[in-house]
């Protein structure tokens, strides 16, 4: 499984940005899929995930401003990022958990800054 991540960059606090990830070469509908992140001098931490039966999962941080949503096709999940934090400042990476193996996306610099 490729996956091909997409958006991101910079914005003021209280601003949005979009995150796209496209799985290929796999069957996107059996997988997880989700985002992580890795702010400076952190480890990285979980986001935002969805299972491959449409489940939920948000970290307590990001519940009421991060939004996932999955194309019918269940190969691209999108995360929409509304009231951003200068805190969500990080390099973003997009996971798919299939057939348990993970595979990653290249990350995608996201940065809150005035």
């Known amino acids: 499984v490729q996956l091909q991540a997409s958006g991101g960059g910079s914005v003021e606090p209280g601003g949005s940005l979009r995150l796209s990830c496209t799985a290929s070469g796999g069957t996107g509908s059996m997988c997880s899929m989700g985002w992580f992140r890795q702010g400076p001098g952190n480890q990285r931490e979980p986001v935002s995930r969805?299972?491959?039966?449409?489940?939920?999962q948000d970290a307590d941080s990001v519940k009421g401003r991060f939004f996932l949503s999955r194309d019918s096709g269940k190969n691209t999940i999108h995360l929409e990022m509304t009231l951003l934090k200068p805190e969500d400042t990080a390099v973003y990476y997009c996971?798919?958990?299939?057939?348990?193996?993970?595979?990653w996306g290249p990350g995608t610099q996201v940065t809150v800054s005035s």
């Open positions: 969805i299972t491959s039966t449409d489940k939920m």
């Open positions: 996971q798919a958990f299939c057939d348990r193996t993970i595979f």
